[in-house]
């Protein structure tokens, strides 16, 4: 399998050069070059299998010859033996159409655990090959953050720099990436939104002078083995509500585009998805361009769903890409044209091919409330606010699609972890699994920098590892 970036003029890459890499080098995204397809009957005999044996069926077309079939299985029976729930993402249903996908069962309780589980066992695989150091530069609206780093932490020819932004993420999601205290672990508190954290480190794949010296990679979802994490969870479900011969529709929180554009990976695959309603909380860029052609950003509100707290969604680009037919020149000045606005409309012709499969809602604080005590009333399921917000938008637009279809809700985290905002909407303070241990009695260890790129950029390039025959800056 060959991957090429969105904006057509890098160099193609196999399955280990585009997990080792960041952006690619014109700034574009990687995607297969093609769509690997599932005949029914081969989706039909996934029914029933074991998560880790699942996601090795759906990773192999991916991974070509970048792993064989016997590591491949092992790596995945590694990165999902961690997790809690002997299903890793188990089903529950909420009512007669409702169900939600519980993706935090990982050791930091968000949904980000399932890929960066399995990317850090790939680094690790990869670099072992290779005589060579590798940076993680990485910007995190929260969950990101404590995911990556607990992949990470503690590896050897790995260090990572994690960006959040300062005050803007809930205590339970700071202190677990704060009180990890290994050596190759530097967290780093911005002033300034996740959006300019997001916006540094792109600048950082993009500055030759930080990629001679270092071999910076990503574990943000612009890191496509990341997405194809994500595809195998679209098929479990789906699976168990009777795929392939039943449609299902899954319903998505979503900030980066990652998650959504990994259930959009998995239709393209052959999986039968009715649809997919993605769901924006009041910074709804993506609302906005789903139903009105609208991609402009404006400034980010902070909410109680900092995870998606994003008007800049790094992986739309790649749907932006398949939707103009995989034109890289035409999205290469598209996408000139919005870093220099921040204001990009759809052609026609992306919002035909984006209406055929997505659909979005937008959810007021005061919905995902309402929402939160109707599953806990109704259902007794306490919800985090993310979820909420996708568990609206499923029963908001569930009544666009035939009777007969399931919706899935993707819970994206755990509730525990935002628990001061599920308390307001349940009066419930649902306590922290005994898995992530004593949180609040360790010691916190953070650097605080202003918000430029210049600082930060000189703070890594003072404490990164250099790569093997770089020359000393
Ligand atoms: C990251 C995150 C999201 C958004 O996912 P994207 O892939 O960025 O769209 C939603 N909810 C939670 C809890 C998250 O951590």
């Not at 860029?285 to 109680?304: E, K, N």
């Not at 809602?361 to 109704?378: D, K, L, V």
Request: aromatic share 8%.
């Amino acid at each position: 399998m060959k991957y090429i970036s969105t904006r057509g003029q890098a160099p193609s890459l196999d399955f280990e050069g585009v997990t080792l890499a960041g952006l690619a080098a014109d700034g574009g995204l990687y995607v297969p070059e093609a769509w690997p397809q599932f005949t029914r009957d081969e989706i039909a005999a996934m029914a029933g299998l074991p998560y880790a044996e699942l996601a090795a069926r759906i990773m192999t077309p991916f991974v070509g010859e970048s792993l064989t079939p016997q590591r491949l299985r092992e790596l995945t029976a590694q990165a999902y033996g961690r997790f809690a729930h002997a299903a890793v993402t188990p089903l529950r249903q909420l009512d007669e159409r409702h169900w939600v996908l519980e993706l935090f069962h990982g050791p930091t309780l968000a949904f980000k655990d399932v890929a960066l589980q399995m990317l850090g066992l790939l680094f690790e695989e990869f670099l072992a090959r290779r005589d060579d150091h590798l940076t993680i530069v990485g910007a995190t609206s929260g969950d990101t953050g404590s995911a990556a780093i607990d992949a990470v932490a503690g590896r050897a020819k790995v260090d990572i720099f994690m960006l959040h932004p300062h005050g803007r993420v809930s205590d339970v999601q700071r202190r677990q990436m704060t009180t990890v205290i290994a050596p190759n672990v530097t967290n780093i508190a911005i002033d300034g939104s996740f959006d300019d954290a997001q916006a540094m480190v792109k600048r950082m794949f993009n500055d030759k002078a930080m990629t001679d010296r270092f071999g910076i990679a990503a574990v943000n979802s612009i890191n496509w083995a990341r997405l194809m994490s994500q595809v195998v969870y679209y098929f479990a479900a789906a699976l168990q509500l009777g795929a392939p011969a039943r449609e299902v529709a899954f319903a998505v929180p979503t900030g980066n585009f990652g998650d959504v554009f990994a259930g959009y990976v998995a239709a393209k695959m052959g999986l039968p998805v009715k649809r997919l309603i993605v769901a924006t909380n009041i910074n709804d860029i993506l609302h906005r361009a789903l139903s009105t052609g609208d991609y402009s950003a404006g400034t980010v509100t902070p909410t109680a769903a900092p995870s998606m707290d994003i008007q800049v969604s790094s992986n739309f680009e790649r749907l932006l890409f398949d939707a103009c037919g995989r034109d890289g020149a035409a999205l290469s000045a598209q996408m000139a044209q919005f870093d220099a606005t921040k204001d990009l409309q759809l052609t026609n012709a992306q919002r035909e091919a984006m209406a055929a499969l997505f659909t979005s809602a937008r959810c007021e604080p005061a919905q995902m409330a309402q929402t939160m005590r109707w599953a806990y009333e109704a259902c007794g399921e306490v919800l985090d606010p993310h979820t909420a917000i996708g568990l609206y938008a499923a029963r908001a637009q569930a009544g666009e699609l035939p009777a007969d279809v399931p919706v899935v809700t993707l819970a994206t985290a755990h509730p525990a972890k935002f628990v001061d905002a599920v308390e307001r909407a349940t009066g419930v303070r649902p306590p922290l699994p005994a898995r992530v241990g004593d949180l609040f009695e360790r010691e916190e260890r953070c650097e605080h920098l202003p918000g430029t790129y210049e600082a930060v950029a000189a703070y890594v390039a003072d404490h990164a590892t250099p790569k093997t025959g770089a020359k000393e800056a």
